[in-house]
C-alpha cells in the first residue's frame, strides 16, 4: 500500500524500540509484500538523531525521490527504519524552513520541543528532565550547580545491565576489558562543561577574531546534556542494529532468497546498520551494499588494530566481509558535528581508549577521536578513496571499504551540526545505487 507522505513505490516502514524489538505487523507486512511486489532490490534507510517518526519520514520521501528516475528499470522497493532518538531542536538542518528548525540563535535553555523529545526518548524520567531544564534556565553560579547539572544528565542516560544496550556503547574495544560508562561523567563536570563552552565558541567565532570572549560554562552545559543524549542514542544504534535489523535481513532472505538489500545510514544511523552486519544470522549473503553518509561513529570501528593501540581494535573488525559488495563512506570536511564537537565528545566519553585529561590539539584529536562522516574509514588496509566524481564517473569496487568525499555537495548548515544533516541530494542516490550495483 503506497504512503501518501512518501515519495516512492513501495514503501514500507519498520519500527523498533530501544531493545531492538520489531513491530511484528509491520515486519509481517514487509517480508510478505517484497515478494508480492517482485522486488529485486530493497534499499533500506535508518536515520540518526530524529526527534518523531514525521520527521525521519520527511527525510526519507526527500532522499528517495530521485531513485526511480535515476534507475527506472530497476525492481525497487524501499524500507524506512524508525528506532527512538531524538534531535535537539536548535540543531539547523538544511532544506527545512526556520520557522520549524531555527539554529540562528544557541540559547542554553531547554524549550519546549527539546523538553518534549528528551520525554518521549527517555520515558519515566519527568523529574530530571525538569531539573535539568531548571538549571538551564537559572545558569546558578555555583560550581556545585554544574556538578549537579553533570549527575542528573548521567542519570537520564545511564544503562546499568542486564538492560541490553549497556553491551553497545563502544566503538573499539581493548582485549580483555569490558565497557564501561562515559568518562566524561567520571570527573568535575564544571571542566567538561568549560571545555564544551571553548569548543563551541571556536566554531562561532574563529580563533583570534575580533568579538570573541571567554564562554560561559553553561553554554558548555547545553552541549553536555546533548552530548550525552547522543551517547545514549549512539548505544541504542548499536543495539537495534544487532539485535533487530540484523536478524530481521536473515528474516527476509529467507522469504524472498533473491531479493538484494542495500543498507544506508545517516549519522547514528550509519552506526545502526553497520552493527547489523554483527546480528547477520550465519551464511546470510543478502547485504549487497552499505552506504554511510556522515556516520557518526568511530573511524576505526572496523580495524582490526587501532594506530595508537596495538591492544585495541574495533567493534566491528571484520564485519565488511559480510557485505556481498562493498562498504561505502560518505565523508565531508563541513560536517563540523562530526570534525570538531565529536571527537571532543568521544575522547570526553572514553572512546578509542582515551583519557579526559589528555590536551586538546586540533589534528591530533581528529586522528585519534575522529568519526566515519569527517575522514573516512580509518586503518583498514585496502581501503579505496575517491572524490564523489570520481565515484559517480567508474564503477565502484566490488568489495572491500571505499571513502568517497562527499564535501563537494555536503556542504551547508551552521553551528554547531555543520554540514551534517545536509545529506539529500541526488548525487548521493547516485552514490548509493552505484554501491549495489542496481541498475
Known amino acids: 500500500?503506497?504512503?501518501?507522505?512518501?515519495?516512492?513505490?513501495?514503501?514500507?516502514?519498520?519500527?523498533?524500540?530501544?531493545?531492538g524489538d520489531v513491530d511484528g505487523r509491520q515486519r509481517n507486512r514487509l517480508l510478505a509484500g517484497v515478494a508480492e511486489r517482485g522486488v529485486r532490490d530493497l534499499i533500506v534507510f535508518a536515520h540518526g538523531w530524529n526527534s518523531d517518526r514525521s520527521g525521519a519520514t520527511s527525510l526519507y520521501s526527500?532522499?528517495?525521490?530521485?531513485?526511480?528516475?535515476?534507475?527506472?528499470?530497476?525492481?525497487?522497493?524501499?524500507?524506512?527504519?524508525?528506532?527512538?532518538?531524538?534531535?535537539?531542536?536548535?540543531?539547523p538542518v538544511p532544506d527545512l524552513p526556520r520557522s520549524v528548525v531555527d539554529g540562528s540563535a544557541r540559547r542554553p535553555a531547554l524549550d519546549k520541543d527539546t523538553r518534549t523529545a528528551l520525554l518521549e526518548t527517555f520515558p519515566g524520567r519527568v523529574t530530571v528532565v525538569e531539573q535539568l531544564a531548571r538549571l538551564l534556565e537559572e545558569r546558578p553560579a555555583e560550581e556545585s550547580a554544574l556538578e549537579e547539572f553533570g549527575r542528573l544528565a548521567r542519570l537520564l542516560v545511564e544503562a546499568v545491565p542486564p538492560d541490553p544496550q549497556a553491551l553497545f556503547a563502544a566503538d573499539t574495544l581493548v582485549e580483555g576489558v569490558p565497557q564501561d560508562g562515559p568518562a566524561m561523567f567520571a570527573g568535575?563536570?564544571?571542566?567538561v562543561c568549560e571545555e564544551f563552552a571553548r569548543a563551541l565558541a571556536g566554531l562561532e567565532v574563529p580563533s583570534g577574531a575580533a568579538g570573541f570572549t571567554v564562554p560561559n560554562p553553561w553554554d558548555g552545559a547545553h552541549e553536555l546534556?546533548?552530548?550525552?543524549?547522543y551517547y545514549a542514542m549512539k548505544r541504542r544504534a548499536g543495539t537495534v542494529g544487532e539485535r533487530g535489523l540484523g536478524p530481521l535481513v536473515g528474516r527476509l532472505a529467507r522469504a524472498a532468497p533473491a531479493v538484494r538489500v542495500h543498507l544506508v545510514g545517516h549519522?547514528?544511523?550509519?552506526?545502526?546498520?553497520?552493527?547489523?552486519?554483527?546480528?547477520?544470522?550465519?551464511?546470510?549473503?543478502a547485504v549487497k551494499s552499505v552506504t554511510l553518509l556522515q556516520g557518526a561513529f568511530s573511524?576505526?570501528?572496523?580495524?582490526?588494530?587501532?594506530?595508537?593501540?596495538?591492544?585495541a581494535g574495533g567493534a566491528l573488525q571484520g564485519q565488511q566481509h559480510r557485505i556481498d559488495g562493498p562498504l561505502v563512506c560518505c565523508h565531508s570536511r563541513h560536517d563540523t558535528a562530526l570534525g570538531t564537537v565529536y571527537p571532543l565528545a568521544s575522547r570526553m566519553a572514553g572512546?578509542?581508549?582515551?583519557a579526559v585529561g589528555e590536551p586538546l590539539v586540533g589534528k591530533l584529536l581528529g586522528a585519534k577521536w575522529g568519526a566515519m562522516g569527517f575522514g573516512g574509514v580509518r586503518a583498514v588496509p585496502g581501503t579505496r578513496a575517491c572524490t564523489l566524481a570520481e565515484a559517480l564517473a567508474a564503477p565502484l569496487p566490488v568489495s572491500g571499504c571505499v571513502?568517497?568525499?562527499?564535501?563537494?555537495?555536503v556542504r551547508r548548515g551552521g553551528p554547531p551540526s555543520g554540514a551534517h544533516s545536509d545529506i539529500v541530494h541526488p548525487e548521493l542516490a547516485r552514490v548509493v545505487l552505484a554501491a549495489g550495483r542496481v541498475r
Open 188 to 191: 568535575p563536570a564544571a571542566a
Open 403 to 409: 571513502n568517497v568525499d562527499a564535501a563537494a555537495v
Open 267 to 285: 549519522s547514528f544511523g550509519g552506526r545502526l546498520v553497520s552493527f547489523a552486519l554483527r546480528g547477520l544470522p550465519e551464511g546470510v549473503l
Open 299 to 311: 573511524h576505526y570501528a572496523f580495524a582490526a588494530r587501532l594506530p595508537h593501540d596495538p591492544r
Open 1 to 19: 500500500m503506497a504512503d501518501p507522505a512518501m515519495s516512492v513505490t513501495p514503501y514500507w516502514e519498520v519500527t523498533f524500540d530501544a531493545d
Open 225 to 229: 546534556l546533548r552530548q550525552a543524549t
Open 351 to 354: 572512546d578509542a581508549r582515551g
Open 62 to 91: 526527500r532522499f528517495f525521490a530521485p531513485f526511480p528516475r535515476l534507475a527506472p528499470a530497476a525492481r525497487i522497493g524501499y524500507v524506512g527504519v524508525v528506532w527512538p532518538s531524538m534531535r535537539f531542536s536548535d540543531e
